[in-house]
């Protein structure tokens, strides 16, 4: 069955991985993207994000069967933010109407490992209540400095997992019948990671933050290959996660046990 996928972030790394392995499958691809793909936009600005979100539909036609949102940075700029999480939550809320159209919608995020890193909890909170302005003022402080201006990206990718799980059950995601997913993957050799891994300096930097004892790096592949099935019609009960997909590195953080948070204290 041939269905039309919209993906952002199609012209490089993760994105353009998925769009290529959808295109193989017979799928018919909208890609969004700065340039380079079937509608150019900028989903750091509001008006971006509506004005490619209208484009998407014009040539969408019919409906839209899908929804893989990969665009993203990870500068230690505000910026970040505004492309990573309401370049993701807006844009996808922009095209819910002609998704719920389909017969079997799916939508799914690229997240991040860097979602379980040290973030700023005040941004956090701000994105989550949709007031961007005041995610972008706290976004620019932050960036005063290198060690606090990481927190862009991790606060941003905490946000995006944070709103999938919360958005993912409710009556315009699940109640349309639409499974809504996010992906978290390691570290993936992809343009954007090239600079960074190329010094010894920057290997060891990356390899202390995402510690990935199964297979080490990652192809954009292994994660464009999770995205089309958590978006084709085989997933159906998949709602709200983060899937790691991190050559174990959330295993190497977070430890064995997950769970006992919540368990009754033992006397």
Same mark, same amino acid.
């Given at each position: 069955?041939? $269905?039309?996928?919209?993906?952002?972030?199609?012209?490089?790394?993760?994105?353009?991985?998925?769009?290529?392995?959808?295109?193989?499958?017979?799928?018919?691809?909208?890609?969004?993207?700065?340039?380079?793909?079937?509608?150019?936009?900028?989903?750091?600005?509001?008006?971006? $994000?509506?004005?490619?979100?209208?484009?998407?539909?014009?040539?969408?036609?019919?409906?839209?069967?899908?929804?893989?949102?990969?665009?993203?940075?990870?500068?230690?700029?505000?910026?970040?933010?505004?492309? %990573?999480?309401?370049?993701?939550?807006?844009?996808?809320?922009?095209?819910?109407?002609?998704?719920?159209?389909?017969?079997?919608? #799916?939508?799914?995020?690229?997240?991040?490992?860097?979602?379980?890193?040290?973030?700023?909890?005040?941004?956090?909170?701000?994105?989550?209540?949709?007031?961007?302005?005041?995610?972008?003022?706290? !976004?620019? #402080?932050?960036?005063?400095?290198?060690?606090?201006?990481?927190?862009?990206?991790?606060?941003?990718?905490?946000?995006?997992? #944070?709103?999938?799980? $919360?958005?993912?059950?409710?009556?315009?995601?699940?109640?349309?019948?639409?499974?809504? %997913?996010?992906?978290?993957?390691?570290?993936?050799?992809?343009?954007?990671?090239?600079?960074?891994?190329?010094?010894?300096?920057?290997?060891?930097?990356?390899?202390?933050?995402?510690?990935?004892?199964? %297979?080490?790096?990652?192809?954009?592949?292994?994660?464009?290959?999770?995205?089309?099935?958590?978006?084709?019609?085989?997933?159906?009960?998949?709602?709200?996660?983060?899937?790691?997909?991190? !050559?174990?590195?959330?295993?190497?953080?977070?430890?064995?046990?997950?769970?006992?948070?919540?368990?009754?204290?033992?006397?």
């Amino acid at each position: 069955m041939t $269905r039309t996928y919209v993906i952002t972030g199609a012209a490089s790394g993760i994105g353009a991985a998925t769009a290529e392995l959808l295109r193989a499958q017979g799928h018919t691809v909208i890609g969004v993207d700065l340039a380079g793909v079937e509608v150019s936009g900028d989903l750091s600005t509001a008006e971006g $994000r509506a004005t490619a979100a209208e484009h998407v539909i014009s040539l969408a036609g019919g409906s839209i069967d899908a929804v893989i949102a990969c665009a993203g940075i990870s500068a230690p700029i505000a910026k970040t933010v505004a492309i %990573n999480y309401f370049g993701v939550t807006e844009f996808l809320t922009a095209l819910l109407p002609k998704l719920s159209l389909a017969d079997q919608p #799916r939508a799914a995020v690229v997240s991040s490992m860097a979602s379980l890193h040290p973030v700023s909890a005040e941004l956090v909170d701000a994105a989550l209540a949709g007031d961007e302005s005041l995610t972008l003022t706290i !976004g620019d #402080r932050l960036a005063a400095t290198p060690e606090t201006g990481y927190l862009n990206y991790s606060s941003s990718k905490r946000a995006l997992s #944070r709103w999938v799980r $919360r958005e993912s059950v409710s009556a315009a995601w699940a109640g349309a019948g639409i499974p809504l %997913n996010a992906v978290a993957p390691g570290t993936v050799t992809t343009p954007m990671t090239s600079g960074l891994l190329a010094s010894p300096e920057g290997l060891a930097q990356v390899d202390a933050a995402v510690p990935m004892p199964l %297979n080490y790096h990652q192809p954009a592949s292994s994660i464009a290959e999770l995205l089309v099935w958590l978006t084709s019609p085989v997933n159906t009960h998949m709602a709200g996660q983060t899937i790691y997909c991190d !050559g174990g590195a959330d295993a190497v953080l977070r430890g064995d046990d997950i769970w006992s948070w919540n368990d009754a204290p033992r006397g």
